[in-house]
């Protein structure tokens, strides 16, 4: 008869053999980790796989290379250091950043078939801050292999020179490594490389619109979710990089002229310490560069963001996408600063055109201004209703572009857009103004990764929150967020966009179908572009 150790090492054997922690990738080998989720299902979490080469020395600025191969085995048991944000000053920042986390149901994938859907997450922070460290628990329990990754923010992820010396959008291109190696490698995990959602929220959103967009990320995915950002924001985007360039350079060193050039000012830039740009571009505070490249091989994006959606010029795959009802209500937490701003455009009304608009030829401002202030003043003044000049923030920083992108798609491949409209105690932000919606940037994220078991929560944010991930798990493995009806979804089936019918999912404590996402305020911006502004379009 064995013995009570023989039989507990029997056993050790036999768990171990079920569970394949360590993985043997093209580069060499690594040893994760279990894990369990608030349902306690067990899976196996790989954090800090190196996919690129470290950023450093002539590589800063540049393009990523693929990692090197190494040798044993690497521990891929915790989070990577990530890289330097532009916001915070953190001991965990660091220039030798890009690494990968990859969390998986399937405990051997030598030994099972079955090979499961994948999302590959890309985190927001507005191209300047930010970090993967997405949870995988309600992806695990729901049968879902989840990527998350670090990518180059602020300057390290977006300078630019305007030319091929550092033709820029280093940070999209780690994106695109990243899901390279997602594609190549994901089958030792159990995925299914044919099966990858790209996910993101803010500038993660706007970032799967470049990837829609981008040769280079074409066939790399089958479906995209895409929350609260787009291309076609403002934000996203500056037309003249080397002015923020030599800003940089000249905050670090008062002394660097001018008249450099492009390959004299990388040489200066690549050979000052990491913390040196860092501290340089905390003081700036200059939004981080995302441009149209120059045409060379390597190239990210090389035409117009509009022109392409509109002409049908990307990659045409399913796409969930939307926005929160009030985006940037947040800013009420500073009212005096809201009034002062809503007094500044009373005064000049010109300041609620878009930030980079190019009027037509002969075009006066004023008249073209009008159709916007009168959208959201009407014949009163903003500083004396407030809650429409944030509703004027709120479309100008985020909605508008976001609408007017599913529009442009639903000529070509199926969209499926929502608002996201509930109130709960898990938003996060719970100050109100009237004449304002009522939720703000990002709260749509905590209903999809809450901040505890689903049990604690109260019953409308339960609810809310196994609605959404109903929607957007089933979206990932069937590409349709209510392949059949359901009570949960109160046998609701949410519509694709169409061109002469813009219905959209409003997410609220109940759900319901309706037409035109801020109809009144979006048919004013179309007026405004249609009418007035020049084109080629790049933003919206």
């Not at 706007?206 to 479906?223: C, D, I, Q, T």
């Not at 909605?399 to 442009?408: A, E, F, M, P």
Request: hydrophobic letters at 35%; one cysteine or more.
């Amino acid at each position: 008869m064995m013995g009570l150790l023989g039989a507990g090492l029997l056993l050790a054997a036999i768990s171990y053999a079920e569970c394949q922690l360590v993985v043997d990738l093209p580069n060499g080998k690594i040893e994760g980790f279990q894990q369990t989720t608030y349902t306690k299902k067990v899976y196996n979490a790989y954090q800090g796989i190196p996919f690129a080469q470290p950023p450093v020395g002539n590589l800063r600025f540049q393009a990523p290379q693929p990692a090197k191969n190494w040798s044993g085995t690497l521990e891929t048991k915790a989070y990577s250091d990530y890289c330097y944000n532009m916001d915070s000053d953190a001991p965990e920042e660091n220039e030798d950043c890009l690494y990968l986390n990859v969390f998986t149901p399937i405990l051997n994938a030598d030994q099972n078939t079955t090979k499961l859907p994948v999302v590959f997450s890309i985190y927001g922070g507005g191209f300047r801050n930010g970090k993967a460290g997405i949870s995988p628990r309600y992806w695990i329990d729901n049968d879902i292999v989840l990527v998350s990754h670090n990518y180059r923010i602020a300057a390290f992820g977006f300078l630019a020179t305007g030319d091929t010396v550092v033709p820029g959008n280093a940070g999209l291109k780690d994106q695109n490594l990243a899901l390279q190696w997602t594609y190549d490698n994901i089958h030792l995990f159990g995925g299914d490389r044919d099966r990858i959602t790209i996910m993101g929220q803010s500038a993660g959103g706007a970032s799967v619109g470049y990837h829609l967009l981008s040769p280079k990320s074409r066939g790399l995915f089958r479906a995209g979710i895409a929350e609260s950002g787009s291309p076609l924001n403002t934000w996203t985007y500056l037309e003249d990089p080397l002015d923020y360039a030599f800003e940089l350079a000249q905050t670090i060193n008062s002394s660097i002229p001018s008249d450099l050039t492009s390959a004299q000012l990388l040489d200066f830039l690549q050979s000052v310490d990491a913390k040196a740009i860092d501290n340089a571009q905390a003081i700036i505070k200059t939004r981080p560069v995302i441009f149209t490249e120059p045409e060379h091989d390597g190239a990210f994006i090389t035409k117009p963001m509009y022109e392409s959606f509109e002409s049908g010029d990307y990659t045409k795959v399913p796409l969930i996408l939307g926005v929160n009802s009030e985006e940037r209500i947040t800013i009420i937490s500073d009212l005096d600063s809201v009034a002062k701003s809503a007094a500044q455009r009373d005064a000049d009304p010109s300041k609620v055109l878009p930030d980079t608009y190019h009027l037509k030829s002969g075009v006066d401002k004023n008249e073209a201004a009008d159709i916007i202030y009168k959208a959201y003043a009407g014949d009163a003044k903003l500083a004396d209703h407030l809650g429409k000049y944030v509703k004027w923030e709120s479309d100008n920083r985020f909605t508008r572009g976001v609408i007017k992108q599913g529009l442009l798609m639903s000529n070509y491949s199926p969209v499926y857009f929502y608002q996201f409209s509930y109130d709960g105690v898990i938003g996060g932000f719970n100050l109100t103004i009237a004449e304002a919606d009522r939720v703000s940037h990002g709260e749509e994220q905590n209903y999809l990764s809450t901040p505890g078991a689903v049990g604690d929560l109260d019953s409308g944010d339960a609810l809310t929150h196994n609605r959404m991930i109903q929607m957007w798990t089933d979206f990932i493995k069937k590409l349709n967020p209510t392949p059949a009806k359901l009570e949960l979804l109160q046998n609701l089936i949410w519509p694709q966009v169409a061109p002469d019918s813009y219905q959209y999912l409003n997410i609220n404590d109940t759900l319901k179908i309706e037409n035109t996402p801020k109809a009144e305020q979006f048919l004013a911006w179309q007026n405004l572009f249609d009418t007035y502004m020049q084109r080629p379009f790049t933003t919206y």
